[in-house]
């Protein structure tokens, strides 16, 4: 390949090409001018989104990400530029999201000086990034780019930040375009582990699967649905695994955990051997971890050895790829024919509390139902953080991998819009992307309406509008003698009005008549849209898991307000 000599801002797209990437969101400012300038040079070879916030750059790459797997990109400059990535980046780095996120510092004499907008942007993400970068020598800044993209893809995913002085974007030196370095899994050969497990699994009555994000980064879906099938067991999903088996099949008992199901929080206390693949078993998940399973044998599955014994103890660990490993184990375990344990498990799904009915007012279920009949079944979903999201992972149709895009690590409310602008960029026409927001977290991104407007992005925003902070409201009222300290949101905007000062269709939705003309008539038109969904203050998450106890104690009851 032919030798150039080239500034460093011109290095950096160059390496961004040969990754793959013809995608980057982000916002210009003095230190990265340059390679902003290389950017318009270059003449459409990159497409550039200009969000309006940072924040929102760094949301769209992640939703990019994660509705393609491959990795997001984003560019800020120095100080405030950069620190606003930082919420987006811990984000990624919580859900092992492959993320570059690329800033610009001052020059490299400057550093240490308190210059105008000046900031250590590699120490404050140190402790969010899987691996981070200063570049000030030209002379580093192809092979850090190259290494940056490897780290972000290999083994447990995660963002990687490059900050680059503004003196290496300026500075010439000779580049030599190369392949990319592509991230292949190792098969998994660790016989003694298998053996172990295999005979566990082999020997086991009453078999559990949990699957997590994990078999979603993996591509390990067919692989699971293998398993679960030779095992003869119910299945259940952590909301980041949500995908990863088919939602609707008949062995998939819903979303375990502090609002799992009564079939899934049952099932795995009942178990006797336990499979959890590619999840971190978080409080969310196991709530009492001293009271979580244990008379049960636990197999767990992870590519991440960190994991292993983090939070609970186990029996078997296998490190490694989920694709690899349970390839490894399909072909060594024996079919299970007994199925009495999961025809037991499957009988609590009938307990599963369905609020929706012909006469009920608009409510979240009904909301779900309709955005999957009028998609057929098609739709990727974005969500903010609270009741609308959990909302969304127990009502929501997910029969494939990465069409439930949420941040579930670090809960960031602000999340949804941006990351459905990254994720409809990725998919173009081949899915409709419908952002679930409450009132209070759209308020926090109700700023990237311009960039959807300004590309014609056609994603369709839902805000479930119960007039408060929903999911603090709730824990207000069952443990806070209902007293609803700065959650009521008794104020403005109109949504409706709002949308349309941005120049996008807003439509009002007071129940179920309106709110199926409103989304018929969004998806016909396939333009960006708002709809504001008004639903009861008083919507509950059921069932539910108070703080401290064990998953088996739910409460599926509202308690009387």
């Known amino acids: 390949?032919?030798?150039?000599?080239?500034?460093?801002?011109?290095?950096?797209?160059?390496?961004?090409?040969?990754?793959?990437?013809?995608?980057?969101?982000?916002?210009?400012?003095?230190?990265?001018?340059?390679?902003?300038?290389?950017?318009?040079?270059?003449?459409?070879?990159?497409?550039?989104?200009?969000?309006?916030?940072?924040?929102?750059?760094?949301?769209?790459?992640?939703?990019?990400?994660?509705?393609?797997?491959?990795?997001?990109?984003?560019?800020?400059?120095?100080?405030?530029?950069?620190?606003?990535?930082?919420?987006?980046?811990?984000?990624?780095?919580?859900d092992s999201v492959p993320v570059v996120a690329i800033t610009c510092n001052v020059a490299k004499s400057l550093l240490g000086r308190d210059t105008f907008q000046e900031v250590d942007i590699t120490g404050i993400t140190m402790p969010v990034t899987?691996?981070?970068?200063?570049?000030?020598?030209?002379?580093?800044?192809?092979?850090?780019?190259?290494?940056?993209?490897?780290?972000?893809k290999e083994g447990r995913p995660g963002p990687v930040l490059i900050d680059i002085t503004k003196d290496a974007t300026a500075q010439?030196?000779?580049?030599?375009?190369?392949?990319?370095r592509v991230y292949v899994p190792k098969e998994f050969t660790a016989e003694r582990e298998l053996a172990r497990a295999v005979e566990m699994l082999d020997g086991a009555k009453r078999p559990f699967v949990?699957?997590?994000?994990?078999?979603?980064?993996?591509?390990?879906?067919?692989?699971?649905?293998e398993f679960v099938e030779k095992l003869n067991?119910?299945?259940?999903?952590?909301?980041?695994?949500?995908?990863s088996y088919p939602t609707t099949a008949?062995?998939?008992?819903?979303?375990?955990?502090?609002?799992g199901t009564k079939a899934s929080n049952l099932g795995i206390n009942n178990a006797d051997v336990v499979v959890a693949i590619g999840m971190r078993f978080s409080d969310r998940v196991t709530s009492d971890t001293a009271r979580f399973i244990n008379s049960a044998k636990i197999i767990h599955i992870d590519i991440d050895a960190a994991e292993i014994r983090?939070?609970?103890?186990?029996?078997?660990?296998?490190?490694?790829?989920?694709?690899?490993?349970?390839?490894?184990?399909?072909?060594?375990?024996?079919?299970?024919?007994?199925?009495?344990?999961?025809?037991?498990?499957?009988?609590?799904?009938?307990?599963?509390?369905?609020?929706?009915?012909e006469k009920a007012k608009l409510n979240p279920e009904y909301i779900l139902k309709k955005i999957y009949e009028f998609t057929d079944d098609k739709a990727v979903l974005t969500t903010e953080v609270g009741q609308n999201q959990l909302w969304t992972a127990q009502f929501g149709k997910y029969l494939r991998p990465r069409t439930l895009i949420t941040s579930g690590g670090?809960?960031?409310?602000?999340?949804?819009?941006?990351?459905?602008?990254?994720?409809?960029?990725?998919?173009?026409d081949k899915n409709p992307v419908i952002a679930i927001a409450g009132d209070g977290s759209f308020r926090m991104n109700c700023n990237e309406l311009c960039t959807l407007q300004h590309y014609n992005i056609p994603v369709v925003i839902v805000i479930m509008d119960n007039h408060t902070l929903g999911n603090v409201r709730q824990w207000q009222t069952m443990f806070y003698g209902k007293r609803y300290s700065e959650t009521t949101l008794d104020r403005g905007p109109d949504f409706v009005k709002l949308a349309e000062a941005y120049g996008i269709d807003g439509y009002r939705a007071a129940d179920k008549a309106q709110f199926d003309a409103a989304l018929k008539t969004a998806l016909e038109k396939n333009l960006p849209a708002v709809i504001d969904a008004e639903i009861d203050m008083d919507e509950f998450i059921l069932p539910m898991v108070a703080p401290g106890n064990s998953i088996k104690d739910m409460m599926s009851e509202k308690p009387k307000i």
Request: one cysteine or more; a positive charge; glycine letters at 12%.
């Open 130 to 152: 899987k691996h981070n970068y200063i570049v000030s020598n030209v002379k580093e800044l192809a092979d850090t780019v190259r290494e940056a993209f490897y780290i972000a």
């Open 310 to 357: 983090k939070n609970v103890k186990i029996t078997q660990e296998l490190v490694g790829d989920a694709k690899r490993v349970l390839a490894a184990l399909n072909k060594r375990i024996k079919q299970h024919t007994d199925d009495s344990y999961l025809k037991e498990t499957l009988a609590y799904k009938a307990d599963f509390p369905h609020k929706d009915s």
């Open 410 to 428: 670090l809960g960031t409310m602000g999340f949804g819009t941006g990351a459905a602008m990254g994720a409809k960029v990725a998919l173009k």
């Open 1 to 94: 390949m032919e030798k150039k000599m080239l500034n460093g801002a011109r290095i950096v797209l160059e390496c961004l090409i040969e990754q793959g990437v013809d995608t980057v969101f982000g916002y210009p400012g003095g230190t990265i001018l340059n390679i902003y300038d290389e950017l318009y040079k270059m003449n459409g070879k990159i497409k550039h989104y200009l969000t309006a916030h940072e924040q929102g750059a760094a949301h769209a790459a992640d939703g990019y990400a994660r509705a393609t797997g491959k990795v997001g990109v984003c560019f800020a400059t120095s100080g405030p530029g950069a620190t606003n990535l930082v919420t987006g980046i811990a984000t990624a780095y919580m």
């Open 250 to 259: 008949e062995k998939f008992t819903g979303m375990i955990g502090m609002h």
């Open 233 to 243: 067991c119910p299945v259940a999903s952590t909301m980041m695994g949500l995908g």
């Open 172 to 180: 010439v030196c000779e580049y030599e375009p190369k392949k990319p």
């Open 210 to 225: 949990v699957s997590g994000g994990g078999v979603i980064t993996s591509g390990a879906d067919k692989e699971l649905y």
